[in-house]
């Protein structure tokens, strides 16, 4: 019998096969057959499914051990029921994810890879997976957040995973809500951080936001960018902002990115290089 954790991650497979909305439409075409809408190719059988690429290139659904699914198929046959229950759910959690982006649109802007959104969506549909209330097909992102810890959730999420924070920031920091300040003692540039090729200077600041993902609304606070030298001397870093009004769902990122100094002018390197987390939730 699998443990939580084996069980934990063919779900999340699952997802990735299920949750990009590929079922949310089906056209009818001559072959009557059952499109598949996805950002990417499907292949392969999931229970009584069958996906394939016909010789047209185009990506299809069939019922295994048949020719084809036709619209009106796909619309009343029960094997299709959780399917479309996982569509609508994951639907969901995109919209609930094209909000949750934006909070910190400056910083996930400088620093993201290509998994970003899909992450994003991901994360969003493992809180909706938690809404005890109402029936699979009918969950939510505001009943999933009332479980305990279910905000801790956004802790760790990684604009760019190919830079998460352990490794790219090697010092200590400590965080204090009240006044919301970030101190990070004896920093020195040099060794407290890994450095891209080619880099030379250094930026960190913070964001605090506040997002009501309920009315699609958010209040984000940015503090002032310090710009250190890769040579410059230990110090003590603090980094401030003002705190958001009201107090929905509180989320705090630290973002550190690179640039090159090129004659007067601060040119930043790819983003690919950049680095922002949520390093707190509430």
Do not use: C
Request: hydrophobic share 35%; net charge positive.
């Amino acid at each position: 019998m699998p443990n939580k954790n084996q069980q934990s991650a063919a779900d999340i497979k699952q997802l990735q096969i299920y949750f990009y909305k590929f079922v949310s439409k089906t056209i009818k075409t001559k072959s009557d057959m059952a499109r598949v809408i996805a950002p990417f190719k499907i292949t392969g059988t999931i229970d009584e499914l069958n996906f394939y690429i016909d010789q047209n290139k185009v990506n299809r659904v069939r019922e295994k051990g048949k020719t084809g699914v036709s619209s009106e198929e796909f619309k009343r046959n029960p094997i299709f029921e959780k399917v479309k229950k996982h569509s609508k759910e994951f639907g969901r959690a995109v919209k609930y994810a094209q909000g949750f982006r934006a909070t910190a649109y400056h910083f996930f802007n400088r620093a993201k890879d290509g998994s970003f959104a899909g992450r994003a969506n991901k994360l969003m549909f493992e809180i909706i997976e938690e809404d005890a209330t109402n029936q699979h097909g009918e969950r939510t992102l505001e009943n999933g957040l009332l479980s305990p810890d279910t905000n801790k959730y956004f802790e760790g999420f990684e604009g760019n995973k190919l830079r998460p924070l352990n490794n790219v920031l090697k010092a200590a920091w400590s965080w204090e809500e009240t006044t919301s300040l970030l101190t990070i003692n004896n920093f020195n540039p040099k060794t407290s951080i890994d450095w891209p090729e080619n880099a030379q200077q250094v930026h960190l600041a913070i964001a605090r936001s506040n997002w009501n993902y309920t009315e699609s609304k958010f209040t984000t606070h940015f503090s002032e960018e310090i710009i250190l030298q890769k040579e410059e001397a230990t110090t003590n870093l603090q980094l401030q902002t003002s705190i958001p009004p009201s107090n929905h769902l509180q989320l705090l990122y630290l973002f550190i990115g690179f640039s090159t100094q090129e004659r007067k002018k601060t040119k930043e390197l790819k983003r690919s290089n950049n680095t922002v987390t949520i390093i707190w939730s509430k």
